[in-house]
T-cell receptor
């Protein structure tokens, strides 16, 4: 089975800190995605990547950046964390839309 | 632009009762359609998918869904719900050369004993 691993289940960070969320997949998928999930708002796409060093903005990229230096790893960066970035962050990977996505278990980030 | 509507935010059923979760989509061509389930504190797990062929698709855990093009719907069904089915369910749509899936806002399922 494809595995998508997010490095932390829970994180607590202070306002203004630089935060790195890491995601690793083990099935050579080209496409990787970062979503945030908030009650009543569902899943909102932050950024995605369809190849190494390639990235595209999703629906809510403000305040975030990403890095994909290797095919298996896709990092989400909060340059200066703010309290409104407190959320559940979900990483996913895919070898093509027709196959759907495989999700990681999520990182619950709290910014205080 | 593609979109998904899940009209029911929260549904409560009794254990052993049948279940239908509604999903309506908007997409200009033949869509790829998915249902995912999320248990509390977990990521999303794929239940089933449709991209062509038979419009009634079977998934894991006894779930099925039917694609109805005329109604732009992809409703999820289960004949007899178990307490372990309590979770949040998400419908998603994709298609064409677009890499992205668009997700609905989810339906929370509560199962009463």
């Amino acid at each position: 089975d494809v595995k998508v691993t997010q490095s932390s289940r829970y994180l607590v960070k202070r306002t203004g800190e630089k935060v790195f969320l890491e995601c690793v997949q083990d099935m050579d998928h080209e496409n990787m995605f970062w979503y945030r999930q908030d009650p009543g708002l569902g899943l909102r796409l932050i950024y995605f990547s369809y190849d190494v060093k390639m990235k595209e903005k999703g629906d809510i990229p403000e305040g975030y950046s990403v890095s994909r230096e290797k095919k298996e790893r896709f990092s989400l960066i909060l340059e200066s964390a703010s309290t409104n970035q407190t959320s559940m962050y979900l990483c996913a990977s895919s070898s093509g839309q027709v196959y759907g996505y495989t999700f990681g278990s999520g990182t619950r980030l709290t910014v205080v | 632009a593609q979109s998904v509507t899940q009209p029911d935010i929260h549904i409560t059923v009794s254990e052993g009762a049948s279940l239908e979760l509604r999903c309506n989509y908007s997409y200009g061509a033949t869509p790829y359609l998915f249902w995912y389930v999320q248990s509390p504190g977990q990521g999303l797990q794929l239940l089933l998918k449709y991209f062509s062929g038979d419009t009634l698709v079977q998934g894991i855990k006894g779930f099925e869904a039917e694609f109805k093009r005329s109604q732009s719907s992809f409703n999820l069904r289960k004949p007899s719900v178990h307490w372990s089915d309590a979770a949040e369910y998400f419908c998603a749509v994709g298609g064409g050369s677009n890499y992205k899936l668009t997700f609905g806002k989810g339906t929370l399922l509560t199962v009463n004993p």
